[in-house]
């Protein structure tokens, strides 16, 4: 009995691979979820002070929703004129949390878990969509100068903190 050459018998395979592959890609959605026309809506992210002594986080955690809200596309980021939504929040806590301990060391941690937590509200229309506190994280290996490795992944902990917010607000109940 002779069997059909491999390249034959693997057609079948990969056309049901691609095809379980297109499926999959069909359930993946940019922008919101909850029924809303991408971009349709405006936004306005006001600045969010900063309420901690880790100096510099404004600047840094504004810059990270403003990136998040273009990244997203669920709203349209507007710097003039009123918006359909209004963002206004403060920085209220950072800190630094170390995690584990080094194999021969166990008084010297070996990682930190630095985050950012901002309070924040979302108006539209003067109504409020969302309001609570978002958090952002970022894991910093602990190296012979922490400080800059620690400087160099707060924006990281932004990032995640503008994901978290972003998401958030898009997928609200409203």
Not at 84 to 96: E, K, L, P
Request: hydrophobic share 40%; charged share 20%; aromatic share 4%.
């Amino acid at each position: 009995m002779r069997s059909a050459p491999p390249s034959r018998r693997s057609v079948p395979g990969l056309l049901a691979g691609l095809l379980a592959l297109c499926l999959a890609g069909c359930a993946y959605q940019l922008g919101p979820t909850n029924q809303q026309v991408a971009g349709a809506q405006s936004i306005t992210i006001e600045a969010f002070p900063n309420e901690t002594l880790q100096p510099g986080l404004t600047d840094i955690v504004n810059s990270a929703v403003r990136r998040q809200v273009q990244r997203d596309g669920t709203f349209h980021l507007d710097t003039r004129g009123p918006a359909d939504v209004v963002v206004t929040g403060r920085i209220t806590r950072y800190g630094r949390l170390p995690l584990g301990s080094r194999r021969d060391d166990v008084i010297t941690p070996q990682d930190y878990d630095v985050s950012i937590t901002a309070h924040v509200k979302a108006l539209r229309g003067g109504q409020v969509i969302y309001e609570g506190d978002v958090i952002g994280r970022a894991l910093v290996a602990s190296t012979p100068n922490l400080n800059v490795s620690e400087r160099e992944n707060i924006p990281v902990a932004a990032e995640n903190l503008a994901r978290n917010l972003i998401s958030a607000i898009a997928n609200g109940s409203w």
